[in-house]
DNA sequence: TGTCAATAGATGCAATGTCAGTAATTGCGG
DNA sequence: CCGCAATTACTGACATTGCATCTATTGACA
Protein backbone atom coordinates (compact mmCIF):
# COMPACT_ATOMS: atom_id res chain seq x y z
CA UNK A 1 0.00 0.00 0.00
CA UNK A 2 2.57 2.57 -0.92
CA UNK A 3 2.28 5.25 -3.39
CA UNK A 4 -1.73 5.86 -4.21
CA UNK A 5 -1.70 9.96 -3.99
CA UNK A 6 -2.55 9.94 -7.34
CA UNK A 7 -5.69 12.08 -7.55
CA UNK A 8 -7.08 9.50 -10.57
CA UNK A 9 -6.92 6.64 -8.03
CA UNK A 10 -8.47 7.81 -4.91
CA UNK A 11 -9.73 4.41 -4.03
CA UNK A 12 -6.78 4.02 -1.87
CA UNK A 13 -7.70 6.23 1.05
CA UNK A 14 -9.58 3.96 3.32
CA UNK A 15 -6.62 1.54 3.69
CA UNK A 16 -5.11 5.30 5.94
CA UNK A 17 -8.40 5.68 7.30
CA UNK A 18 -8.76 2.33 8.89
CA UNK A 19 -5.27 2.49 10.12
CA UNK A 20 -5.83 5.57 11.37
CA UNK A 21 -9.28 3.80 12.81
CA UNK A 22 -7.22 0.95 13.92
CA UNK A 23 -4.54 3.03 15.77
CA UNK A 24 -6.64 5.71 17.42
CA UNK A 25 -8.60 2.53 18.94
CA UNK A 26 -5.67 0.84 20.12
CA UNK A 27 -3.77 3.65 21.73
CA UNK A 28 -6.88 5.53 22.96
CA UNK A 29 -8.23 2.21 24.46
CA UNK A 30 -4.95 1.22 26.33
CA UNK A 31 -4.72 4.59 28.08
CA UNK A 32 -8.25 4.80 28.90
CA UNK A 33 -8.23 0.78 29.97
CA UNK A 34 -5.46 1.40 32.26
CA UNK A 35 -6.58 4.44 34.14
CA UNK A 36 -10.31 2.99 34.98
CA UNK A 37 -8.73 -0.53 36.07
CA UNK A 38 -6.38 1.95 37.81
CA UNK A 39 -9.47 4.20 39.71
CA UNK A 40 -12.39 2.11 39.77
CA UNK A 41 -10.94 -1.50 39.73
CA UNK A 42 -12.31 -2.72 37.07
CA UNK A 43 -11.87 -2.71 32.97
CA UNK A 44 -13.51 -1.03 30.51
CA UNK A 45 -15.36 -4.23 29.31
CA UNK A 46 -17.52 -3.94 32.68
CA UNK A 47 -18.26 -0.49 32.15
CA UNK A 48 -19.54 -1.10 28.39
CA UNK A 49 -21.68 -3.73 30.18
CA UNK A 50 -22.76 -0.98 33.04
CA UNK A 51 -23.17 2.00 30.25
CA UNK A 52 -25.67 -0.83 28.30
CA UNK A 53 -27.72 -1.47 31.34
CA UNK A 54 -27.70 2.41 32.55
CA UNK A 55 -29.22 3.14 28.90
CA UNK A 56 -32.08 0.37 29.24
CA UNK A 57 -35.41 0.67 30.28
CA UNK A 58 -35.50 -0.19 33.42
CA UNK A 59 -32.00 -0.46 34.11
CA UNK A 60 -32.27 -4.47 32.59
CA UNK A 61 -31.36 -6.03 30.00
CA UNK A 62 -31.61 -9.92 28.66
CA UNK A 63 -28.27 -11.70 28.23
CA UNK A 64 -29.12 -11.63 24.59
CA UNK A 65 -30.11 -8.04 24.35
CA UNK A 66 -26.52 -7.27 26.04
CA UNK A 67 -25.01 -9.35 23.79
CA UNK A 68 -26.00 -7.76 20.58
CA UNK A 69 -25.17 -4.16 21.94
CA UNK A 70 -21.96 -5.18 23.80
CA UNK A 71 -19.11 -4.10 21.71
CA UNK A 72 -16.13 -5.99 23.41
CA UNK A 73 -16.64 -10.05 24.33
CA UNK A 74 -19.76 -11.26 21.93
CA UNK A 75 -19.07 -14.38 23.36
CA UNK A 76 -17.88 -15.07 26.72
CA UNK A 77 -20.73 -12.67 28.61
CA UNK A 78 -21.93 -14.94 31.09
CA UNK A 79 -18.84 -15.62 32.51
CA UNK A 80 -18.41 -11.85 32.96
CA UNK A 81 -21.76 -11.06 33.96
CA UNK A 82 -20.72 -13.63 36.55
CA UNK A 83 -17.75 -11.56 37.82
CA UNK A 84 -19.69 -8.29 37.80
CA UNK A 85 -22.65 -9.47 39.67
CA UNK A 86 -20.07 -11.33 42.13
CA UNK A 87 -18.78 -7.14 42.68
CA UNK A 88 -22.62 -6.41 43.74
CA UNK A 89 -22.55 -4.54 40.85
CA UNK A 90 -25.47 -6.08 38.94
CA UNK A 91 -27.95 -8.68 39.81
CA UNK A 92 -29.58 -11.55 37.71
CA UNK A 93 -33.33 -11.82 37.96
CA UNK A 94 -36.11 -14.50 36.32
CA UNK A 95 -38.10 -13.47 33.62
CA UNK A 96 -41.57 -13.19 34.38
CA UNK A 97 -42.97 -14.97 30.90
CA UNK A 98 -40.27 -17.01 29.99
CA UNK A 99 -38.33 -19.37 32.45
CA UNK A 100 -35.03 -19.58 30.05
CA UNK A 101 -34.29 -16.00 30.21
CA UNK A 102 -32.47 -14.44 32.34
CA UNK A 103 -32.62 -10.53 33.30
CA UNK A 104 -29.36 -8.59 34.17
CA UNK A 105 -30.52 -5.45 36.16
CA UNK A 106 -28.24 -2.68 37.42
CA UNK A 107 -27.74 -2.68 41.64
CA UNK A 108 -27.56 0.74 42.95
CA UNK A 109 -24.28 0.65 43.96
CA UNK A 110 -23.58 -0.54 40.10
CA UNK A 111 -25.46 2.83 38.88
CA UNK A 112 -23.45 4.58 41.79
CA UNK A 113 -19.92 2.86 39.96
CA UNK A 114 -20.79 3.62 36.76
CA UNK A 115 -21.67 7.29 36.89
CA UNK A 116 -18.24 7.77 38.73
CA UNK A 117 -16.55 5.34 36.09
CA UNK A 118 -18.43 6.86 32.86
CA UNK A 119 -17.82 10.28 33.75
CA UNK A 120 -13.86 9.91 34.23
CA UNK A 121 -13.50 7.52 31.43
CA UNK A 122 -15.09 10.53 29.23
CA UNK A 123 -12.58 12.80 30.51
CA UNK A 124 -9.51 10.68 29.29
CA UNK A 125 -11.46 9.76 26.23
CA UNK A 126 -11.71 13.84 25.62
CA UNK A 127 -8.07 14.46 26.87
CA UNK A 128 -6.54 11.47 24.62
CA UNK A 129 -9.30 11.45 21.60
CA UNK A 130 -11.26 14.34 21.30
CA UNK A 131 -8.19 16.52 22.52
CA UNK A 132 -6.51 15.53 19.27
CA UNK A 133 -9.06 16.47 17.17
CA UNK A 134 -10.18 19.75 15.61
CA UNK A 135 -14.03 20.12 15.71
CA UNK A 136 -14.79 20.14 11.55
CA UNK A 137 -12.39 16.64 12.19
CA UNK A 138 -14.59 15.33 15.31
CA UNK A 139 -18.13 16.14 13.01
CA UNK A 140 -16.43 14.39 9.85
CA UNK A 141 -15.31 11.56 11.70
CA UNK A 142 -18.32 11.47 13.66
CA UNK A 143 -20.61 11.72 10.39
CA UNK A 144 -18.49 9.25 8.63
CA UNK A 145 -18.33 6.16 10.90
CA UNK A 146 -21.65 7.13 12.13
CA UNK A 147 -23.14 3.99 10.02
CA UNK A 148 -21.32 1.58 11.72
CA UNK A 149 -23.48 1.84 14.99
CA UNK A 150 -26.82 3.38 14.48
CA UNK A 151 -26.88 1.32 11.29
CA UNK A 152 -27.29 -2.09 10.63
CA UNK A 153 -24.49 -3.47 8.37
CA UNK A 154 -25.06 -6.96 7.93
CA UNK A 155 -25.97 -7.00 4.11
CA UNK A 156 -22.66 -7.97 2.46
CA UNK A 157 -21.57 -11.48 4.53
CA UNK A 158 -24.51 -13.37 3.27
CA UNK A 159 -22.65 -14.94 0.24
CA UNK A 160 -19.84 -16.13 3.29
CA UNK B 1 -31.63 16.65 17.63
CA UNK B 2 -28.88 17.32 15.00
CA UNK B 3 -28.30 20.89 15.48
CA UNK B 4 -24.72 21.21 17.31
CA UNK B 5 -22.84 23.30 15.11
CA UNK B 6 -23.59 25.73 17.43
CA UNK B 7 -19.96 27.25 17.83
CA UNK B 8 -20.51 27.73 21.71
CA UNK B 9 -20.85 24.44 22.20
CA UNK B 10 -18.77 22.26 19.67
CA UNK B 11 -17.25 20.08 21.69
CA UNK B 12 -19.80 17.17 22.20
CA UNK B 13 -18.84 15.87 18.54
CA UNK B 14 -15.90 13.87 19.91
CA UNK B 15 -18.14 11.54 21.29
CA UNK B 16 -19.57 10.40 18.37
CA UNK B 17 -16.17 10.33 16.51
CA UNK B 18 -15.02 8.28 18.97
CA UNK B 19 -18.73 5.61 19.54
CA UNK B 20 -17.49 5.42 15.60
CA UNK B 21 -14.41 4.73 15.60
CA UNK B 22 -15.18 2.06 18.66
CA UNK B 23 -17.93 0.50 16.43
CA UNK B 24 -15.78 0.14 13.13
CA UNK B 25 -13.26 -1.42 14.94
CA UNK B 26 -14.96 -4.12 16.90
CA UNK B 27 -17.49 -4.55 14.28
CA UNK B 28 -15.19 -5.20 11.04
CA UNK B 29 -12.03 -6.69 12.96
CA UNK B 30 -14.37 -9.23 13.84
CA UNK B 31 -15.53 -10.37 10.82
CA UNK B 32 -11.75 -9.55 9.48
CA UNK B 33 -10.67 -12.23 12.21
CA UNK B 34 -12.92 -14.52 11.27
CA UNK B 35 -12.61 -14.57 7.54
CA UNK B 36 -8.41 -14.86 8.12
CA UNK B 37 -9.13 -17.34 10.30
CA UNK B 38 -11.07 -19.58 7.89
CA UNK B 39 -8.77 -18.98 5.33
CA UNK B 40 -5.18 -18.61 6.59
CA UNK B 41 -5.58 -20.57 9.74
CA UNK B 42 -3.77 -17.73 11.77
CA UNK B 43 -5.24 -14.71 13.29
CA UNK B 44 -4.93 -10.97 12.92
CA UNK B 45 -2.27 -10.75 15.36
CA UNK B 46 -0.18 -13.07 13.84
CA UNK B 47 -0.60 -11.20 10.36
CA UNK B 48 0.15 -8.41 12.60
CA UNK B 49 3.48 -9.35 13.67
CA UNK B 50 4.30 -10.66 9.71
CA UNK B 51 3.70 -7.18 8.61
CA UNK B 52 5.98 -5.42 10.67
CA UNK B 53 8.35 -7.97 10.18
CA UNK B 54 7.85 -7.69 6.43
CA UNK B 55 8.16 -3.83 6.79
CA UNK B 56 11.43 -3.97 8.65
CA UNK B 57 14.83 -3.73 7.12
CA UNK B 58 16.18 -7.30 6.33
CA UNK B 59 12.61 -8.30 7.38
CA UNK B 60 13.70 -9.06 10.80
CA UNK B 61 13.37 -7.34 14.25
CA UNK B 62 14.10 -7.85 17.90
CA UNK B 63 11.91 -8.89 20.46
CA UNK B 64 11.49 -5.22 22.11
CA UNK B 65 11.17 -3.83 18.53
CA UNK B 66 8.67 -6.13 17.72
CA UNK B 67 6.85 -5.26 20.73
CA UNK B 68 6.74 -1.54 20.50
CA UNK B 69 5.29 -1.42 17.07
CA UNK B 70 2.66 -4.32 17.56
CA UNK B 71 -0.89 -2.46 17.74
CA UNK B 72 -1.93 -5.77 19.22
CA UNK B 73 -1.10 -7.43 22.54
CA UNK B 74 1.88 -5.20 23.52
CA UNK B 75 2.09 -8.00 26.12
CA UNK B 76 2.88 -12.07 26.06
CA UNK B 77 5.21 -11.55 22.59
CA UNK B 78 6.89 -13.67 23.48
CA UNK B 79 4.49 -17.15 23.17
CA UNK B 80 2.49 -15.16 20.36
CA UNK B 81 6.40 -15.12 18.61
CA UNK B 82 6.68 -18.66 20.23
CA UNK B 83 3.23 -19.81 18.22
CA UNK B 84 4.59 -18.15 14.91
CA UNK B 85 7.58 -19.76 14.88
CA UNK B 86 6.38 -23.36 15.48
CA UNK B 87 4.37 -22.86 12.21
CA UNK B 88 7.58 -22.01 10.78
CA UNK B 89 6.31 -18.30 9.81
CA UNK B 90 9.25 -16.81 11.64
CA UNK B 91 12.84 -17.82 13.18
CA UNK B 92 14.55 -17.10 16.25
CA UNK B 93 18.28 -15.72 15.74
CA UNK B 94 21.18 -14.78 17.50
CA UNK B 95 22.15 -10.90 17.84
CA UNK B 96 25.51 -10.96 17.13
CA UNK B 97 26.40 -7.48 19.20
CA UNK B 98 24.25 -8.62 22.12
CA UNK B 99 23.84 -12.45 24.20
CA UNK B 100 20.96 -10.95 25.77
CA UNK B 101 18.92 -10.04 22.90
CA UNK B 102 16.68 -12.21 20.05
CA UNK B 103 16.09 -11.05 16.70
CA UNK B 104 12.99 -12.64 15.17
CA UNK B 105 13.29 -13.52 11.06
CA UNK B 106 10.94 -14.04 8.72
CA UNK B 107 11.69 -17.20 6.64
CA UNK B 108 10.34 -17.35 3.25
CA UNK B 109 7.31 -19.73 4.08
CA UNK B 110 6.00 -16.62 6.34
CA UNK B 111 7.19 -14.23 3.36
CA UNK B 112 4.70 -16.30 1.47
CA UNK B 113 1.85 -16.71 4.01
CA UNK B 114 2.14 -12.87 4.68
CA UNK B 115 1.59 -11.78 1.26
CA UNK B 116 -1.13 -14.02 0.14
CA UNK B 117 -3.00 -13.36 3.78
CA UNK B 118 -2.33 -9.96 3.65
CA UNK B 119 -3.90 -9.11 0.06
CA UNK B 120 -7.04 -11.38 1.38
CA UNK B 121 -7.21 -9.25 4.87
CA UNK B 122 -7.56 -6.04 2.89
CA UNK B 123 -9.98 -7.35 0.36
CA UNK B 124 -12.06 -7.90 3.39
CA UNK B 125 -11.43 -4.66 4.57
CA UNK B 126 -12.23 -2.75 1.64
CA UNK B 127 -15.63 -5.02 1.57
CA UNK B 128 -16.29 -4.20 5.29
CA UNK B 129 -14.65 -0.89 5.73
CA UNK B 130 -13.86 1.07 2.67
CA UNK B 131 -16.75 -0.03 0.81
CA UNK B 132 -19.15 1.94 3.19
CA UNK B 133 -17.91 5.25 2.89
CA UNK B 134 -17.35 7.96 0.55
CA UNK B 135 -14.24 8.92 -1.47
CA UNK B 136 -14.59 12.11 0.37
CA UNK B 137 -15.29 10.21 4.03
CA UNK B 138 -12.72 7.62 3.33
CA UNK B 139 -10.02 11.20 3.09
CA UNK B 140 -11.60 12.90 6.25
CA UNK B 141 -11.29 10.32 8.19
CA UNK B 142 -7.30 9.52 7.07
CA UNK B 143 -6.65 12.96 7.75
CA UNK B 144 -8.19 13.35 10.65
CA UNK B 145 -6.63 10.03 12.52
CA UNK B 146 -3.04 10.44 10.76
CA UNK B 147 -1.84 11.85 13.77
CA UNK B 148 -2.55 8.76 15.44
CA UNK B 149 0.05 6.69 13.68
CA UNK B 150 2.73 9.02 12.19
CA UNK B 151 2.51 10.83 15.00
CA UNK B 152 3.76 10.16 18.70
CA UNK B 153 1.32 11.00 21.31
CA UNK B 154 3.20 10.16 24.40
CA UNK B 155 2.85 13.39 25.89
CA UNK B 156 -0.33 14.04 28.23
CA UNK B 157 0.44 10.51 30.20
CA UNK B 158 3.24 12.37 31.95
CA UNK B 159 1.43 13.11 35.19
CA UNK B 160 -0.05 9.93 35.87
C1' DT C 1 -50.62 -34.98 24.26
C1' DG C 2 -46.03 -36.43 22.44
C1' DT C 3 -42.28 -35.29 19.46
C1' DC C 4 -39.03 -32.20 17.81
C1' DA C 5 -36.75 -28.09 16.16
C1' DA C 6 -35.61 -23.56 18.02
C1' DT C 7 -34.23 -20.50 21.70
C1' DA C 8 -31.76 -18.93 26.10
C1' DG C 9 -27.99 -19.53 28.86
C1' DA C 10 -24.40 -22.09 31.05
C1' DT C 11 -20.26 -25.10 30.97
C1' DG C 12 -15.78 -27.61 29.60
C1' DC C 13 -11.72 -27.16 27.48
C1' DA C 14 -8.22 -25.16 24.95
C1' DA C 15 -6.09 -20.87 23.37
C1' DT C 16 -4.72 -16.48 24.60
C1' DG C 17 -3.45 -12.54 27.42
C1' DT C 18 -1.70 -10.43 31.89
C1' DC C 19 1.35 -9.81 35.68
C1' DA C 20 5.01 -10.75 38.78
C1' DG C 21 9.12 -12.89 39.21
C1' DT C 22 13.48 -15.26 37.11
C1' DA C 23 17.83 -15.83 34.44
C1' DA C 24 21.33 -14.18 31.57
C1' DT C 25 23.86 -10.34 29.88
C1' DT C 26 25.59 -5.75 29.69
C1' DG C 27 27.72 -1.59 31.30
C1' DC C 28 28.97 1.51 34.85
C1' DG C 29 31.68 2.93 39.04
C1' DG C 30 35.10 1.85 42.23
C1' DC D 1 38.61 -7.11 37.99
C1' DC D 2 34.21 -6.95 41.12
C1' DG D 3 29.78 -5.64 42.63
C1' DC D 4 25.33 -3.77 41.10
C1' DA D 5 21.81 -1.61 38.68
C1' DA D 6 19.71 -1.73 34.05
C1' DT D 7 18.33 -4.25 29.99
C1' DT D 8 16.42 -8.28 27.39
C1' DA D 9 13.78 -11.97 27.12
C1' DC D 10 11.54 -16.02 29.22
C1' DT D 11 8.63 -18.64 32.71
C1' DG D 12 4.77 -19.80 35.79
C1' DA D 13 0.49 -18.72 38.01
C1' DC D 14 -3.67 -16.88 37.01
C1' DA D 15 -7.58 -14.35 34.58
C1' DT D 16 -10.05 -13.97 30.40
C1' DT D 17 -11.79 -15.32 25.93
C1' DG D 18 -13.53 -18.33 22.09
C1' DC D 19 -15.61 -22.37 20.46
C1' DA D 20 -18.22 -26.28 20.67
C1' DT D 21 -21.25 -28.61 23.41
C1' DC D 22 -24.84 -29.32 26.92
C1' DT D 23 -29.29 -28.47 29.61
C1' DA D 24 -33.67 -26.49 30.18
C1' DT D 25 -37.56 -24.35 28.24
C1' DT D 26 -40.62 -22.92 24.66
C1' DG D 27 -43.58 -23.28 20.73
C1' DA D 28 -45.15 -25.55 16.52
C1' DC D 29 -47.54 -29.37 14.80
C1' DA D 30 -49.27 -33.87 13.98
Keep these: ?9 PATRWADAWRGVLFANAKVLRIAERDLVEREGFPVAW ?9 APGNALRMQELE ?14 DRIEAAGLVRR ?4 GDRRGVSVALTP ?4 R ?13 REFGGRLTPA ?8 LAGFWHGDLESPTTAG
Design 137 to 144: EQQAVADA
Design 93 to 96: EPVP
Design 47 to 55: LDVLAQLYD
Design 68 to 81: ERSLFTRSGLTRLV
Design 1 to 9: MEHDDDPSR
Design 109 to 112: EGRR
Design 114 to 126: HDRAFVEHMRVIE
